[in-house]
């Protein structure tokens, strides 16, 4: 008996030591939206510097992560698309789960945001088209926020409003034809207002923002298809 206890012990300690960094401590909670003609399971908060940290620790994300007071409430920001692309293979290996970037008009749909105004172009110039709105959005400046400190959809899915962007899956080079992301040289990022960003940029403030007023903030939030 003491033998059979002393091997139980031991197969439950090398489990735990196997399954470390990725136990449910780690997941990152999905509630399900219902969309027009779609079910999504949608994260209500963007993924934190402590899930980042996960992924450090699992070795598949590179330690790019800002030292914060509160990394388990804390976005991770300062990430590019191809950041992202490794993280969310690590966590969907890790999980067993199928998690991945919303595309843009996802977003738009469980944001409950009305269509944003149009505004009449700074420039008529075709060559100045990234420019065109430079300064009439809407862009919340200031340091990145804990979590919940903007307002929460009907849905419960919070900070959209916020001063963290956040990537989509969404190429933004529609007039290339481009509809494999790994071939596409920009994104569209949601948040105040959308934005198009390099996929290799993880600071657009510095000045990777394709069109329009940067971004303060990158990151990024889950979703998952509900069968």
């Known amino acids: 008996m003491l033998r059979t206890g002393i091997s139980l012990a031991l197969i439950a300690l090398v489990a735990g030591v196997l399954n470390w960094g990725t136990g449910p401590q780690d997941r990152v909670e999905l509630v399900p939206v219902i969309l027009s003609g779609q079910s999504l399971r949608v994260a209500p908060f963007e993924v934190t510097v402590a899930d980042w940290s996960a992924c450090v620790a699992g070795g598949a994300c590179e330690d790019i992560a800002t030292s914060v007071d509160n990394p388990t409430t804390t976005p991770m920001t300062g990430v ?97 034809g481009i509809d494999d992301p790994a071939h596409c040289p920009a994104m569209t990022v949601m948040g105040a207002h959308e934005s198009v960003i ?14 329009g007023t940067p971004p303060t903030h990158v990151g990024f939030r889950l979703v998952e298809d509900q069968h």
């Open 80 to 176: 590019n698309w191809f950041d992202i692309a490794a993280y969310i293979t690590w966590y969907n290996n890790a999980h067993g789960t199928s998690v991945r970037l919303p595309t843009a008009q996802e977003w738009r749909d469980f944001s409950r945001k009305p269509a944003p105004v149009a505004r009449k172009p700074l420039f008529d110039d075709p060559r100045l088209a990234w420019a065109a709105n430079y300064g009439q959005e809407e862009t919340p400046r200031g340091p990145v926020r804990v979590q919940g400190s903007w307002p929460k959809t009907r849905d419960g899915i919070a900070d959209l409003d916020g001063n963290v962007w956040e990537w989509t899956s969404s190429c933004a080079a529609n007039d290339a």
């Open 198 to 211: 390099p996929v290799f940029v993880r600071d657009p403030a510095s000045g990777g923002c394709a069109t």
